[in-house]
């Protein structure tokens, strides 16, 4: 292999760049030629490729985004798109793929893997949702993002004595909202992967007010309601007045977080090493502390999530 490129797709997430010019320093120390894709699978299938040098990625560990921009391409699950892309890429004379992104992402990787192109995925989220690796690039950062929002509302609902609902970002995904919660303290914490019960919610409620709590918050995951929604409901059901706050794609920018770096930097490290040894149609993931590869098609089985133990303690310890 002499020639590789990489793209960031999907969502962008903190810690992308990182990754970005850990596989192009790496693929450059190991003597390979490497190119960037701008706008994910977009750009691949329009030809918006150029080649990187060690002095193109300077200056970008600690910015957040990607320096390579990002899309959403529906084209790109047509097998008409993905052909386009394959002629991109053998005009280019490109050999090997390294994709950050996150699952839809790591769709495309597979397909072009299965159509014969070798092809690494690197986790890239902040929503934490890639089976087979125990963190995504960019959770960390968002995390703490989230954090600090809740520490600065809490400071506000006590003074006001009030009840805040802090919306966060996760269709699916519920651990942004759920290690968030807990490292913030929340009352209640509401994930897709749990159903929840409003009569619960408000007896809590009572309860934290009964034994003097000068503020309550709430976090809930985008793909459960709104916070509008859930505010309307405790109005309705109990009368409870509450304030909403939206974080949004906040959630998504700012600075890596040195986890990140370090993440992002032993991520693109060996995606680039699985390409060397030919180890195609795999992503890279961190599991137990150790760096590792897998097969992609591990991280389209049923989703566990493992930290649902945390959604349990988080109860224990809001009362
Ligand atoms: P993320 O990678 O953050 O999950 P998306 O789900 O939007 O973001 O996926 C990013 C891109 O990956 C999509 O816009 C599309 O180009 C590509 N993609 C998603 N699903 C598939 C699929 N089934 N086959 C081929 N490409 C796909
Ligand atoms: O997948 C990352 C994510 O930020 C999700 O948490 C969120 O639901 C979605 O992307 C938002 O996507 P967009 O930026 O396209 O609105």
Known sequence: MKKIAVMTSGGDAPGMNAAIRAVVRKGIYEGLEVSGIYNGYQGLMDGKIEPLWAGSVGDIIQRGGTMLRSSRCPEFKTPEGREKGLRQLRHHGIEGLVVIGGDGSFRGALELSRAGFPCVGVPGTIDNDINGTDYTLGFDTALNTVI????????????????????????????????????????????????????????????????????????????????????????????????????????????????????????????????????????????????????????????????????????????
């Open 148 to 319: 600090d929002a809740i520490d600065k509302i809490r400071d506000t609902a006590t003074s006001h004595e009030r009840t805040f609902i802090i919306e966060v970002m996760g269709r699916d995904a519920g651990d942004l909202a759920l290690w968030a919660g807990v490292a913030g303290g929340a009352e209640t914490i509401l994930i897709p992967e749990r159903p929840h019960d409003p009569a619960e919610i408000v007896n809590r409620l009572r309860q934290g007010t009964d034994r003097g709590k000068k503020h309550s918050i709430l976090i809930v995951a985008e793909g459960v309601m709104t916070a509008q929604e859930l505010a309307g409901k405790l109005m309705d059901v109990a009368g409870i007045e509450t304030r909403v706050s939206v974080l949004g794609h906040i959630q998504r920018g700012g600075t890596p977080s040195g986890r990140d770096r370090v993440l992002a930097s032993r991520f693109g490290a060996r995606a680039v090493e699985a390409l060397i040894a030919g180890r195609a149609g795999v992503a890279v993931g961190m599991r137990d502390h150790t760096v590792i590869d897998y097969p992609l098609t591990e991280v389209f089985d049923e989703r566990e999530n493992k930290d649902l133990a945390l959604f349990d303690l988080s109860k224990e310890l809001s009362i």
